[in-house]
Protein backbone atom coordinates (compact mmCIF):
# COMPACT_ATOMS: atom_id res chain seq x y z
CA UNK A 1 0.00 0.00 0.00
CA UNK A 2 2.84 2.43 0.97
CA UNK A 3 4.60 1.69 -2.41
CA UNK A 4 1.05 2.52 -4.41
CA UNK A 5 0.77 5.82 -2.27
CA UNK A 6 4.73 6.69 -3.03
CA UNK A 7 4.17 5.88 -7.21
CA UNK A 8 1.01 7.92 -6.73
CA UNK A 9 2.64 10.89 -5.23
CA UNK A 10 5.59 10.70 -7.47
CA UNK A 11 3.33 11.29 -10.20
CA UNK A 12 1.43 14.05 -8.81
CA UNK A 13 4.46 16.30 -9.55
CA UNK A 14 2.81 19.99 -9.91
CA UNK A 15 2.71 23.76 -10.98
CA UNK A 16 -0.13 25.27 -9.49
CA UNK A 17 -2.78 27.18 -10.90
CA UNK A 18 -6.49 27.44 -9.94
CA UNK A 19 -9.29 27.73 -11.99
CA UNK A 20 -12.20 28.12 -9.48
CA UNK A 21 -13.64 31.48 -8.86
CA UNK A 22 -11.74 33.37 -5.22
CA UNK A 23 -13.40 31.99 -2.34
CA UNK A 24 -13.84 33.71 1.00
CA UNK A 25 -15.13 31.86 4.05
CA UNK A 26 -18.69 32.32 3.31
CA UNK A 27 -21.71 30.11 3.84
CA UNK A 28 -21.98 29.17 -0.21
CA UNK A 29 -18.30 28.53 -0.69
CA UNK A 30 -18.03 26.34 2.93
CA UNK A 31 -20.64 24.34 1.65
CA UNK A 32 -19.31 24.12 -1.53
CA UNK A 33 -16.02 22.92 0.22
CA UNK A 34 -17.38 20.58 3.03
CA UNK A 35 -19.06 18.68 -0.20
CA UNK A 36 -16.19 18.30 -1.98
CA UNK A 37 -14.17 17.13 0.89
CA UNK A 38 -17.06 14.90 2.09
CA UNK A 39 -17.12 13.39 -1.35
CA UNK A 40 -13.55 12.22 -1.89
CA UNK A 41 -13.85 11.15 1.97
CA UNK A 42 -10.72 13.64 3.02
CA UNK A 43 -12.68 14.67 5.90
CA UNK A 44 -16.40 13.98 7.49
CA UNK A 45 -18.26 15.13 10.06
CA UNK A 46 -19.27 13.12 13.38
CA UNK A 47 -22.59 10.61 13.80
CA UNK A 48 -24.71 13.49 13.52
CA UNK A 49 -23.04 15.28 10.11
CA UNK A 50 -20.99 17.88 11.82
CA UNK A 51 -18.09 19.35 10.66
CA UNK A 52 -16.94 20.41 13.81
CA UNK A 53 -15.13 23.29 11.52
CA UNK A 54 -14.39 25.83 14.58
CA UNK A 55 -12.14 22.94 15.99
CA UNK A 56 -8.20 22.27 16.53
CA UNK A 57 -6.28 20.03 14.25
CA UNK A 58 -3.84 17.64 15.27
CA UNK A 59 -1.02 16.25 13.29
CA UNK A 60 -2.50 12.48 13.42
CA UNK A 61 -5.76 13.92 11.71
CA UNK A 62 -3.98 16.09 9.57
CA UNK A 63 -1.66 12.79 7.88
CA UNK A 64 -4.88 11.23 7.76
CA UNK A 65 -6.16 14.17 5.61
CA UNK A 66 -3.39 13.99 3.76
CA UNK A 67 -3.26 10.47 2.82
CA UNK A 68 -6.45 10.40 2.25
CA UNK A 69 -6.16 12.59 -0.45
CA UNK A 70 -3.94 10.47 -2.64
CA UNK A 71 -4.98 7.45 -4.75
CA UNK A 72 -6.01 4.74 -2.44
CA UNK A 73 -5.52 6.59 0.66
CA UNK A 74 -9.46 5.47 1.90
CA UNK A 75 -7.99 1.80 1.94
CA UNK A 76 -5.64 2.23 4.32
CA UNK A 77 -6.01 -0.24 7.84
CA UNK A 78 -4.76 -0.22 10.97
CA UNK A 79 -0.65 -1.02 10.55
CA UNK A 80 0.71 -4.12 11.96
CA UNK A 81 3.23 -2.91 14.01
CA UNK A 82 3.97 0.20 16.07
CA UNK A 83 5.45 3.28 14.08
CA UNK A 84 6.30 5.22 17.00
CA UNK A 85 6.57 4.57 20.43
CA UNK A 86 3.58 7.18 20.86
CA UNK A 87 1.63 5.47 18.14
CA UNK A 88 0.92 2.15 19.19
CA UNK A 89 -0.24 -0.11 16.61
CA UNK A 90 -3.50 0.05 18.25
CA UNK A 91 -4.09 4.07 17.45
CA UNK A 92 -6.92 4.57 15.28
CA UNK A 93 -4.41 6.84 12.77
CA UNK A 94 -1.26 4.50 12.92
CA UNK A 95 -1.89 2.85 9.39
CA UNK A 96 -2.27 6.51 8.13
CA UNK A 97 0.61 7.49 10.65
CA UNK A 98 2.90 4.74 8.92
CA UNK A 99 2.00 5.50 5.38
CA UNK A 100 2.11 9.44 5.67
CA UNK A 101 5.77 8.60 6.47
CA UNK A 102 6.58 6.32 4.24
CA UNK A 103 5.26 8.61 1.67
CA UNK A 104 7.63 11.20 2.64
CA UNK A 105 4.54 13.53 3.64
CA UNK A 106 5.82 13.99 7.41
CA UNK A 107 8.08 12.60 9.88
CA UNK A 108 8.74 12.32 13.06
CA UNK A 109 10.88 14.46 15.90
CA UNK A 110 14.08 13.70 16.93
CA UNK A 111 13.77 12.32 20.29
CA UNK A 112 11.84 9.60 18.13
CA UNK A 113 8.23 10.22 19.04
CA UNK A 114 5.30 11.54 16.73
CA UNK A 115 3.52 13.51 19.20
CA UNK A 116 0.40 12.43 17.35
CA UNK A 117 -1.45 14.85 19.42
CA UNK A 118 0.07 18.03 18.97
CA UNK A 119 -1.84 20.72 16.84
CA UNK A 120 -0.76 21.21 13.47
CA UNK A 121 0.33 25.08 12.48
CA UNK A 122 -0.02 26.68 9.34
CA UNK A 123 3.58 25.87 8.57
CA UNK A 124 3.76 22.27 8.55
CA UNK A 125 0.10 21.85 7.21
CA UNK A 126 1.15 24.01 3.95
CA UNK A 127 5.03 21.54 3.53
CA UNK A 128 2.65 18.07 3.48
CA UNK A 129 0.13 19.90 1.53
CA UNK A 130 2.94 21.33 -0.92
CA UNK A 131 4.38 17.87 -1.03
CA UNK A 132 1.05 16.47 -1.98
CA UNK A 133 1.92 18.77 -4.77
CA UNK A 134 5.29 17.39 -5.77
CA UNK A 135 7.52 20.26 -4.30
CA UNK A 136 10.41 19.10 -1.94
CA UNK A 137 13.12 21.43 -0.27
CA UNK A 138 15.21 22.09 -3.64
CA UNK A 139 11.83 24.02 -5.06
CA UNK A 140 12.25 26.86 -1.99
CA UNK A 141 14.44 29.47 -1.03
CA UNK A 142 15.54 31.33 2.00
CA UNK A 143 14.69 29.36 5.51
CA UNK A 144 12.36 27.26 6.49
CA UNK A 145 9.23 27.74 6.42
CA UNK A 146 9.71 31.10 4.45
CA UNK A 147 9.60 29.41 0.99
CA UNK A 148 7.21 27.36 1.21
CA UNK A 149 4.67 29.94 2.95
CA UNK A 150 5.52 32.18 -0.26
CA UNK A 151 5.18 29.28 -2.37
CA UNK A 152 1.79 28.73 -0.85
CA UNK A 153 0.39 31.97 -1.57
CA UNK A 154 1.92 32.72 -4.84
CA UNK A 155 -0.51 29.33 -5.19
CA UNK A 156 -3.84 30.49 -3.73
CA UNK A 157 -3.66 27.88 -1.80
CA UNK A 158 -4.80 30.27 1.17
CA UNK A 159 -7.97 31.25 -0.77
CA UNK A 160 -10.57 30.58 2.66
CA UNK A 161 -7.56 30.03 5.30
CA UNK A 162 -7.91 32.25 7.94
CA UNK A 163 -4.47 30.90 10.00
CA UNK A 164 -1.78 33.72 8.41
CA UNK A 165 1.62 33.17 9.98
CA UNK A 166 3.84 29.88 9.95
CA UNK A 167 3.08 29.27 13.68
CA UNK A 168 -1.21 29.35 13.64
CA UNK A 169 -2.45 26.37 14.71
CA UNK A 170 -5.25 25.07 11.97
CA UNK A 171 -8.26 24.59 12.22
CA UNK A 172 -11.03 22.05 10.65
CA UNK A 173 -12.13 24.75 8.45
CA UNK A 174 -8.41 26.11 7.53
CA UNK A 175 -7.55 22.05 6.58
CA UNK A 176 -10.47 21.61 4.72
CA UNK A 177 -9.94 24.49 2.63
CA UNK A 178 -6.39 23.67 2.13
CA UNK A 179 -7.41 19.79 -0.03
CA UNK A 180 -10.49 22.04 -1.40
CA UNK A 181 -7.96 24.29 -3.19
CA UNK A 182 -6.04 21.51 -3.59
CA UNK A 183 -7.96 19.74 -5.92
CA UNK A 184 -7.82 22.18 -8.80
CA UNK A 185 -4.13 22.46 -8.44
CA UNK A 186 -2.08 21.47 -11.68
CA UNK A 187 1.10 19.42 -11.43
CA UNK A 188 4.20 20.10 -13.05
CA UNK A 189 3.49 18.06 -15.28
CA UNK A 190 0.02 20.10 -16.70
CA UNK A 191 -2.83 17.72 -15.32
CA UNK A 192 -5.37 19.11 -12.20
CA UNK A 193 -4.38 17.06 -9.10
CA UNK A 194 -7.85 16.29 -9.27
CA UNK A 195 -7.15 13.76 -11.75
CA UNK A 196 -4.93 11.73 -9.67
CA UNK A 197 -7.75 10.48 -8.09
CA UNK A 198 -9.49 9.39 -10.72
CA UNK A 199 -11.93 12.81 -11.38
CA UNK A 200 -11.49 15.77 -13.96
CA UNK A 201 -12.66 19.00 -13.49
CA UNK A 202 -15.25 20.89 -15.70
CA UNK A 203 -14.52 22.57 -19.18
CA UNK A 204 -13.96 25.85 -17.22
CA UNK A 205 -11.37 24.23 -14.57
CA UNK A 206 -13.67 24.37 -11.72
CA UNK A 207 -15.09 21.39 -9.48
CA UNK A 208 -18.24 19.87 -11.02
CA UNK A 209 -19.42 18.28 -8.15
CA UNK A 210 -22.33 16.77 -9.67
CA UNK A 211 -19.97 14.56 -11.60
CA UNK A 212 -17.41 14.17 -8.74
CA UNK A 213 -20.42 13.06 -6.33
CA UNK A 214 -21.33 10.76 -8.76
CA UNK A 215 -18.05 9.43 -9.59
CA UNK A 216 -17.77 8.54 -5.62
CA UNK A 217 -20.92 6.91 -5.34
CA UNK A 218 -20.97 3.06 -4.72
CA UNK A 219 -23.29 0.35 -5.55
CA UNK A 220 -25.96 -0.43 -6.63
CA UNK A 221 -28.28 -2.81 -4.82
CA UNK A 222 -31.60 -3.37 -5.02
CA UNK A 223 -34.13 -2.76 -2.05
CA UNK A 224 -35.31 -6.47 -1.89
CA UNK A 225 -34.93 -8.64 1.79
CA UNK A 226 -31.51 -8.50 2.70
CA UNK A 227 -30.58 -5.06 1.07
CA UNK A 228 -29.62 -2.95 4.23
CA UNK A 229 -26.83 -5.04 5.21
CA UNK A 230 -25.08 -4.63 1.46
CA UNK A 231 -24.94 -0.57 2.19
CA UNK A 232 -21.82 -0.14 4.73
CA UNK A 233 -23.73 2.94 5.73
CA UNK A 234 -25.40 3.97 9.00
CA UNK A 235 -29.23 3.83 7.41
CA UNK A 236 -30.51 5.26 10.72
CA UNK A 237 -28.58 8.21 10.19
CA UNK A 238 -28.03 8.55 6.71
CA UNK A 239 -29.58 11.73 4.21
CA UNK A 240 -31.50 10.07 1.52
CA UNK A 241 -32.53 10.78 -1.49
CA UNK A 242 -35.09 9.18 -4.17
CA UNK A 243 -35.15 10.28 -7.41
CA UNK A 244 -33.38 13.39 -7.18
CA UNK A 245 -35.93 14.74 -3.84
CA UNK A 246 -34.83 14.82 -0.15
CA UNK A 247 -36.59 11.97 1.44
CA UNK A 248 -36.42 9.31 4.29
CA UNK A 249 -35.49 5.84 4.27
CA UNK A 250 -38.99 4.69 5.12
CA UNK A 251 -40.20 6.21 1.96
CA UNK A 252 -37.81 3.31 -0.36
CA UNK A 253 -39.98 0.97 -1.75
CA UNK A 254 -39.15 -2.85 -3.53
CA UNK A 255 -36.96 -2.72 -6.58
CA UNK A 256 -36.03 0.73 -5.73
CA UNK A 257 -31.92 0.97 -7.07
CA UNK A 258 -29.84 2.32 -4.12
CA UNK A 259 -26.15 3.82 -4.23
CA UNK A 260 -24.30 5.27 -1.51
CA UNK A 261 -21.37 7.46 -0.48
CA UNK A 262 -19.89 6.37 2.76
CA UNK A 263 -17.83 9.28 3.86
CA UNK A 264 -21.44 11.51 3.12
CA UNK A 265 -23.47 9.22 4.89
CA UNK A 266 -25.84 9.70 2.11
CA UNK A 267 -27.54 7.44 -0.23
CA UNK A 268 -29.64 7.85 -3.19
CA UNK A 269 -33.00 5.77 -4.99
CA UNK A 270 -34.28 5.65 -8.08
CA UNK A 271 -37.62 3.89 -9.01
CA UNK A 272 -37.52 3.94 -13.32
CA UNK A 273 -38.38 0.77 -14.52
CA UNK A 274 -39.67 -0.41 -17.82
CA UNK A 275 -41.29 -3.27 -18.33
CA UNK A 276 -42.00 -4.86 -21.77
CA UNK A 277 -41.05 -7.37 -24.53
CA UNK A 278 -37.46 -7.48 -25.13
CA UNK A 279 -37.16 -5.91 -28.45
CA UNK A 280 -33.14 -6.13 -28.92
CA UNK A 281 -30.20 -6.94 -27.31
CA UNK A 282 -26.86 -5.35 -28.65
CA UNK A 283 -24.55 -6.09 -29.96
CA UNK A 284 -25.19 -9.79 -29.33
CA UNK A 285 -27.60 -11.79 -27.44
CA UNK A 286 -23.95 -13.89 -25.75
CA UNK A 287 -22.39 -10.59 -24.78
CA UNK A 288 -25.50 -7.79 -24.85
CA UNK A 289 -24.12 -4.49 -23.66
CA UNK A 290 -27.48 -2.69 -23.93
CA UNK A 291 -30.99 -3.78 -24.55
CA UNK A 292 -34.29 -2.66 -26.18
CA UNK A 293 -37.64 -2.35 -24.05
CA UNK A 294 -40.81 -0.31 -24.81
CA UNK A 295 -38.33 1.22 -27.58
CA UNK A 296 -35.72 2.52 -24.73
CA UNK A 297 -32.59 1.42 -25.33
CA UNK A 298 -30.89 1.43 -21.94
CA UNK A 299 -26.96 0.10 -21.20
CA UNK A 300 -26.69 -2.63 -19.22
CA UNK A 301 -24.83 -1.14 -15.92
CA UNK A 302 -24.20 -4.29 -14.00
CA UNK A 303 -22.68 -7.83 -14.73
CA UNK A 304 -25.78 -9.70 -13.37
CA UNK A 305 -28.38 -7.56 -15.36
CA UNK A 306 -25.79 -8.49 -18.59
CA UNK A 307 -25.85 -12.30 -17.28
CA UNK A 308 -29.80 -12.29 -16.86
CA UNK A 309 -29.91 -11.12 -20.13
CA UNK A 310 -27.47 -12.99 -22.04
CA UNK A 311 -27.82 -16.40 -23.71
CA UNK A 312 -26.15 -17.82 -20.99
CA UNK A 313 -28.75 -16.19 -18.18
CA UNK A 314 -32.74 -16.76 -18.00
CA UNK A 315 -34.27 -14.04 -20.33
CA UNK A 316 -34.43 -13.93 -24.16
CA UNK A 317 -35.69 -11.48 -27.29
CA UNK A 318 -39.60 -11.58 -26.58
CA UNK A 319 -39.68 -11.94 -22.78
CA UNK A 320 -41.66 -9.49 -20.55
CA UNK A 321 -39.56 -7.90 -18.30
CA UNK A 322 -38.93 -4.98 -15.86
CA UNK A 323 -35.79 -3.81 -15.91
CA UNK A 324 -34.57 -1.63 -12.82
CA UNK A 325 -33.06 1.65 -13.77
CA UNK A 326 -30.32 3.26 -11.87
CA UNK A 327 -29.24 6.89 -11.43
CA UNK A 328 -28.08 7.50 -15.37
CA UNK A 329 -30.61 4.82 -16.66
CA UNK A 330 -28.57 2.11 -16.90
CA UNK A 331 -30.11 -1.31 -16.30
CA UNK A 332 -29.27 -2.45 -12.62
CA UNK A 333 -31.14 -5.27 -11.98
CA UNK A 334 -33.78 -7.43 -14.26
CA UNK A 335 -37.03 -8.90 -12.39
CA UNK A 336 -40.03 -10.49 -13.51
CA UNK A 337 -42.52 -8.44 -15.26
CA UNK A 338 -44.12 -5.69 -12.44
CA UNK A 339 -47.83 -5.34 -13.49
CA UNK A 340 -48.04 -2.01 -11.80
CA UNK A 341 -45.40 -0.69 -13.42
CA UNK A 342 -47.18 -0.40 -17.02
CA UNK A 343 -50.83 -1.22 -16.35
CA UNK A 344 -50.51 2.89 -14.78
CA UNK A 345 -49.12 4.01 -17.92
CA UNK A 346 -50.62 6.64 -19.62
CA UNK A 347 -49.85 8.43 -22.86
CA UNK A 348 -49.93 9.72 -26.43
CA UNK A 349 -49.14 7.74 -29.60
CA UNK A 350 -46.99 10.11 -31.90
CA UNK A 351 -46.59 7.86 -34.50
CA UNK A 352 -47.42 4.06 -35.69
CA UNK A 353 -44.51 2.43 -37.82
CA UNK A 354 -43.38 -0.74 -39.09
CA UNK A 355 -39.78 -0.97 -37.44
CA UNK A 356 -36.73 -3.16 -37.52
CA UNK A 357 -35.26 -4.56 -34.72
CA UNK A 358 -31.87 -7.10 -34.18
CA UNK A 359 -32.97 -10.36 -33.75
CA UNK A 360 -29.56 -10.77 -31.73
CA UNK A 361 -28.00 -13.39 -34.46
CA UNK A 362 -27.00 -10.68 -36.70
CA UNK A 363 -30.10 -10.42 -38.88
CA UNK A 364 -33.24 -8.25 -37.96
CA UNK A 365 -37.31 -8.57 -37.66
CA UNK A 366 -40.33 -6.11 -38.49
CA UNK A 367 -42.91 -5.56 -36.02
CA UNK A 368 -45.37 -2.73 -36.07
CA UNK A 369 -44.81 -0.49 -33.25
CA UNK A 370 -46.57 2.96 -31.86
CA UNK A 371 -44.22 5.38 -30.20
CA UNK A 372 -46.09 6.65 -26.95
CA UNK A 373 -45.12 9.36 -24.83
CA UNK A 374 -46.24 8.99 -21.49
CA UNK A 375 -47.03 10.73 -19.05
CA UNK A 376 -43.65 10.79 -17.17
CA UNK A 377 -42.33 12.78 -20.30
CA UNK A 378 -40.18 9.41 -21.69
CA UNK A 379 -40.66 8.13 -25.14
CA UNK A 380 -41.93 4.40 -25.55
CA UNK A 381 -42.09 2.20 -28.32
CA UNK A 382 -44.40 -1.07 -28.10
CA UNK A 383 -45.57 -3.82 -30.67
CA UNK A 384 -48.96 -3.22 -31.34
CA UNK A 385 -51.80 -5.51 -32.92
CA UNK A 386 -54.80 -3.32 -32.95
CA UNK A 387 -55.01 -1.80 -35.97
CA UNK A 388 -57.59 0.83 -34.40
CA UNK A 389 -54.74 2.13 -32.81
CA UNK A 390 -53.48 5.35 -34.53
CA UNK A 391 -51.49 8.27 -34.19
CA UNK A 392 -52.72 10.74 -31.54
CA UNK A 393 -54.77 8.18 -29.31
CA UNK A 394 -54.63 8.40 -25.74
CA UNK A 395 -53.78 4.79 -24.64
CA UNK A 396 -52.92 2.79 -21.47
CA UNK A 397 -50.47 0.38 -21.45
CA UNK A 398 -51.54 -3.13 -20.12
CA UNK A 399 -49.70 -6.16 -19.42
CA UNK A 400 -51.55 -9.26 -20.18
CA UNK A 401 -50.69 -13.29 -21.03
CA UNK A 402 -50.75 -12.21 -24.68
CA UNK A 403 -47.94 -9.62 -24.11
CA UNK A 404 -47.97 -5.91 -23.74
CA UNK A 405 -51.28 -4.71 -24.93
CA UNK A 406 -52.17 -0.76 -25.94
CA UNK A 407 -55.81 0.36 -25.15
CA UNK A 408 -57.41 3.47 -26.22
CA UNK A 409 -58.57 5.29 -23.43
CA UNK A 410 -62.00 7.22 -22.59
CA UNK A 411 -62.33 10.59 -21.97
CA UNK A 412 -62.50 11.98 -18.23
CA UNK A 413 -63.61 15.40 -17.90
CA UNK A 414 -62.51 17.61 -15.38
CA UNK A 415 -62.73 21.58 -14.66
CA UNK A 416 -61.66 23.87 -11.96
CA UNK A 417 -59.10 26.53 -11.62
CA UNK A 418 -55.43 25.63 -10.48
CA UNK A 419 -54.39 27.25 -6.68
CA UNK A 420 -51.20 29.78 -7.42
CA UNK A 421 -49.08 27.41 -5.50
CA UNK A 422 -49.76 24.72 -8.28
CA UNK A 423 -51.23 22.30 -5.71
CA UNK A 424 -54.70 21.55 -6.94
CA UNK A 425 -57.36 21.48 -9.35
CA UNK A 426 -60.96 22.48 -8.05
CA UNK A 427 -61.47 20.12 -5.29
CA UNK A 428 -58.31 17.62 -6.70
CA UNK A 429 -54.97 18.24 -4.62
CA UNK A 430 -51.96 16.96 -7.13
CA UNK A 431 -50.20 13.99 -5.78
CA UNK A 432 -46.73 14.01 -5.06
CA UNK A 433 -44.90 13.50 -8.52
CA UNK A 434 -48.23 13.79 -10.55
CA UNK A 435 -47.43 13.48 -14.24
CA UNK A 436 -49.24 16.02 -16.51
CA UNK A 437 -48.83 15.53 -20.54
CA UNK A 438 -50.35 18.53 -22.52
CA UNK A 439 -50.89 17.70 -25.78
CA UNK A 440 -51.79 19.03 -29.35
CA UNK A 441 -52.43 16.59 -32.49
CA UNK A 442 -49.72 14.12 -32.40
CA UNK A 443 -47.21 15.88 -30.15
CA UNK A 444 -47.28 16.72 -26.18
CA UNK A 445 -44.68 17.94 -23.53
CA UNK A 446 -44.72 16.84 -19.99
CA UNK A 447 -45.33 19.97 -17.51
CA UNK A 448 -45.66 20.17 -13.63
CA UNK A 449 -48.33 21.38 -11.62
CA UNK A 450 -46.32 24.51 -10.95
CA UNK A 451 -46.75 25.37 -14.51
CA UNK A 452 -50.39 25.34 -14.45
CA UNK A 453 -50.74 27.98 -11.60
CA UNK A 454 -53.58 30.62 -12.04
CA UNK A 455 -55.15 28.67 -15.15
CA UNK A 456 -58.81 28.08 -15.07
CA UNK A 457 -59.34 24.63 -16.63
CA UNK A 458 -62.64 23.79 -18.82
CA UNK A 459 -64.02 20.52 -19.72
CA UNK A 460 -62.92 20.96 -22.85
CA UNK A 461 -59.38 21.41 -21.91
CA UNK A 462 -58.94 18.29 -19.94
CA UNK A 463 -58.77 14.97 -22.25
CA UNK A 464 -57.92 12.86 -19.51
CA UNK A 465 -57.35 12.09 -15.61
CA UNK A 466 -56.83 9.77 -12.91
CA UNK A 467 -56.94 9.38 -8.88
CA UNK A 468 -54.36 7.94 -6.77
CA UNK A 469 -55.45 5.55 -3.50
CA UNK A 470 -55.64 8.98 -2.11
CA UNK A 471 -58.14 10.56 -4.14
CA UNK A 472 -55.34 12.81 -5.43
CA UNK A 473 -54.33 13.32 -9.16
CA UNK A 474 -51.70 11.28 -10.58
CA UNK A 475 -52.24 11.47 -14.10
CA UNK A 476 -53.40 14.29 -15.97
CA UNK A 477 -54.01 14.75 -19.93
CA UNK A 478 -54.38 18.24 -21.36
CA UNK A 479 -55.15 19.65 -24.72
CA UNK A 480 -53.10 22.46 -25.65
CA UNK A 481 -53.42 24.40 -22.57
CA UNK A 482 -49.53 25.58 -21.87
CA UNK A 483 -48.58 25.68 -25.19
CA UNK A 484 -44.94 24.30 -24.06
CA UNK A 485 -44.94 21.90 -27.25
CA UNK A 486 -45.44 24.59 -30.02
CA UNK A 487 -42.42 25.78 -31.67
CA UNK A 488 -41.35 29.68 -31.60
CA UNK A 489 -39.41 31.87 -33.82
CA UNK A 490 -39.54 34.49 -36.86
CA UNK A 491 -41.06 34.58 -39.97
CA UNK A 492 -38.39 35.46 -42.04
CA UNK A 493 -39.39 35.21 -45.64
CA UNK A 494 -43.15 34.42 -47.31
CA UNK A 495 -43.06 33.87 -51.05
CA UNK A 496 -46.37 33.22 -53.42
CA UNK A 497 -45.73 31.74 -56.76
CA UNK A 498 -49.18 31.55 -58.97
CA UNK A 499 -49.28 28.05 -60.33
CA UNK A 500 -52.26 28.69 -63.01
CA UNK A 501 -55.44 30.76 -62.51
CA UNK A 502 -56.64 29.73 -59.33
CA UNK A 503 -53.59 27.91 -57.27
CA UNK A 504 -50.79 29.62 -55.32
CA UNK A 505 -47.85 27.64 -53.53
CA UNK A 506 -46.03 29.37 -50.83
CA UNK A 507 -42.86 29.49 -49.59
CA UNK A 508 -42.15 29.91 -45.50
CA UNK A 509 -38.65 30.90 -44.58
CA UNK A 510 -38.30 30.23 -40.91
CA UNK A 511 -35.79 31.19 -38.15
CA UNK A 512 -36.74 28.82 -34.81
CA UNK A 513 -34.26 29.99 -32.31
CA UNK A 514 -31.52 29.69 -34.37
CA UNK A 515 -32.18 27.11 -37.03
CA UNK A 516 -33.44 27.78 -40.18
CA UNK A 517 -36.41 26.23 -41.74
CA UNK A 518 -37.83 25.85 -45.10
CA UNK A 519 -40.97 25.12 -45.58
CA UNK A 520 -41.30 24.51 -49.34
CA UNK A 521 -44.23 24.58 -51.78
CA UNK A 522 -47.51 24.35 -49.67
CA UNK A 523 -51.08 25.23 -51.49
CA UNK A 524 -51.74 26.35 -47.79
CA UNK A 525 -51.93 30.19 -47.35
CA UNK A 526 -51.71 30.11 -43.20
CA UNK A 527 -53.03 33.44 -41.79
CA UNK A 528 -49.27 35.21 -40.91
CA UNK A 529 -46.73 38.07 -42.31
CA UNK A 530 -43.63 37.98 -41.19
CA UNK A 531 -42.39 38.28 -38.15
CA UNK A 532 -42.79 36.62 -34.25
CA UNK A 533 -44.93 33.33 -34.72
CA UNK A 534 -45.72 29.87 -33.15
CA UNK A 535 -45.64 26.96 -35.40
CA UNK A 536 -47.45 23.73 -34.73
CA UNK A 537 -46.71 20.26 -35.68
CA UNK A 538 -43.14 19.63 -37.38
CA UNK A 539 -41.54 22.76 -38.73
CA UNK A 540 -41.11 21.37 -41.86
CA UNK A 541 -44.30 20.24 -42.76
CA UNK A 542 -46.80 22.15 -40.65
CA UNK A 543 -50.22 21.86 -39.23
CA UNK A 544 -50.45 25.43 -38.28
CA UNK A 545 -48.68 28.39 -38.37
CA UNK A 546 -49.95 31.65 -36.41
CA UNK A 547 -48.62 35.40 -35.37
CA UNK A 548 -47.83 35.76 -31.98
CA UNK A 549 -49.55 38.69 -30.00
CA UNK A 550 -47.25 42.15 -28.95
CA UNK A 551 -46.97 43.59 -26.35
CA UNK A 552 -44.12 46.30 -27.13
CA UNK A 553 -41.98 49.06 -25.47
CA UNK A 554 -41.39 46.96 -22.55
CA UNK A 555 -38.88 45.99 -19.78
CA UNK A 556 -37.00 42.86 -18.25
CA UNK A 557 -37.71 42.44 -15.03
CA UNK A 558 -36.36 38.94 -13.72
CA UNK A 559 -38.45 35.94 -15.40
CA UNK A 560 -41.26 38.52 -16.42
CA UNK A 561 -41.43 41.15 -19.03
CA UNK A 562 -43.24 44.19 -18.16
CA UNK A 563 -45.29 46.54 -20.71
CA UNK A 564 -48.41 48.48 -20.43
CA UNK A 565 -48.71 48.07 -16.89
CA UNK A 566 -48.95 44.23 -17.61
CA UNK A 567 -46.77 41.50 -16.71
CA UNK A 568 -46.14 38.62 -19.06
CA UNK A 569 -44.22 35.76 -17.76
CA UNK A 570 -41.35 34.39 -20.02
CA UNK A 571 -41.17 30.83 -21.43
CA UNK A 572 -37.72 28.89 -20.23
CA UNK A 573 -36.59 28.99 -23.76
CA UNK A 574 -37.92 32.13 -25.35
CA UNK A 575 -36.17 33.31 -28.40
CA UNK A 576 -34.50 36.56 -28.35
CA UNK A 577 -33.57 38.35 -31.59
CA UNK A 578 -31.95 41.56 -32.86
CA UNK A 579 -33.96 43.45 -35.73
CA UNK A 580 -31.35 45.69 -37.76
CA UNK A 581 -31.70 46.81 -41.03
CA UNK A 582 -34.74 45.07 -41.41
CA UNK A 583 -33.33 41.33 -40.80
CA UNK A 584 -33.51 39.26 -37.53
CA UNK A 585 -29.98 38.31 -35.40
CA UNK A 586 -30.39 35.87 -32.67
CA UNK A 587 -28.89 37.31 -29.50
CA UNK A 588 -29.89 36.51 -26.15
CA UNK A 589 -31.27 38.06 -23.14
CA UNK A 590 -28.17 39.20 -20.98
CA UNK A 591 -27.25 40.97 -24.00
CA UNK A 592 -30.96 42.71 -24.37
CA UNK A 593 -31.18 43.24 -20.41
CA UNK A 594 -27.79 44.78 -20.64
CA UNK A 595 -28.01 47.06 -23.86
CA UNK A 596 -29.86 50.13 -25.23
CA UNK A 597 -32.66 48.46 -26.93
CA UNK A 598 -36.51 48.84 -27.45
CA UNK A 599 -38.16 45.39 -26.89
CA UNK A 600 -41.01 43.83 -27.58
CA UNK A 601 -42.65 40.90 -25.95
CA UNK A 602 -44.27 38.52 -28.33
CA UNK A 603 -46.80 35.76 -26.64
CA UNK A 604 -49.18 33.30 -27.65
CA UNK A 605 -51.77 34.10 -24.73
CA UNK A 606 -51.69 35.41 -21.24
CA UNK A 607 -50.45 34.05 -18.42
CA UNK A 608 -53.64 33.51 -17.09
CA UNK A 609 -54.54 30.95 -20.16
CA UNK A 610 -51.92 29.29 -19.49
CA UNK A 611 -49.36 31.63 -22.26
CA UNK A 612 -45.98 32.72 -21.90
CA UNK A 613 -43.92 35.28 -23.50
CA UNK A 614 -42.45 33.00 -26.77
CA UNK A 615 -39.57 35.55 -28.60
CA UNK A 616 -38.33 38.95 -27.67
CA UNK A 617 -37.19 41.43 -30.01
CA UNK A 618 -34.64 44.10 -29.27
CA UNK A 619 -34.27 47.46 -31.58
CA UNK A 620 -31.33 49.82 -30.66
CA UNK A 621 -32.84 53.21 -29.58
Known amino acids: MNKRIGAALTAACLTLTLAVPALAADPASTAQAVQVVNALGIMVGDENGDMHLASPVTRAEFITMAVKATPGGEQIGQAATSPYPDVSWKHWASGYVEAGVAAGLISGYTDGTFRPNNRITLAEGVTIVLQLLGYGPADFSGAYPTGQLAMYRSLKLDRGVAAQ ?356 QTTTRFPVEEGPVQVKGPAEAPEKIYALNAAPKGELSGSQFLADRKTYTLSDDVAVYERRSGNYYLSSLARVREGSFTLTGWYDKTDANGGRVRVIVAQER
Not at 233 to 248: E, I
Not at 267 to 276: E, F, L
Not at 323 to 334: I, P, T, Y
Not at 498 to 517: N, P
Request: hydrophobic share 40%; glycine share 12%; with cysteine.
Open 165 to 520: TASAQLTRQDAMYLFYNLMTAKTKEGTPYLNTLGHSLNAAGEIDLVALVNGSMEGPVVVESGWQEKVPVDLSRAKVYRNGSASQLSALQGLDVVYWNSAMGTVWAYSDKVTGAIQALEPSASAPTSVTVAGRTCQIETSAAAFALSSLGQYGLGDIVTLLLGRDGGVAAVAEPVAAADSQRVGLVTSVTNDAYPDGKGGTYTARTAAVLATDGQAYRYPVQDRGIEAGDLVRVTLSDRGVELKSLPSASLSGKVDGAGTKVGRYSFASGAEILDVSGAQGVRVYPSRLAGITLSDSMVKYYSLDGEGEIDKLVLKDVTGDMHQYGILTDLTGVAAGEFSTYYTYELDLGGRTVTVP
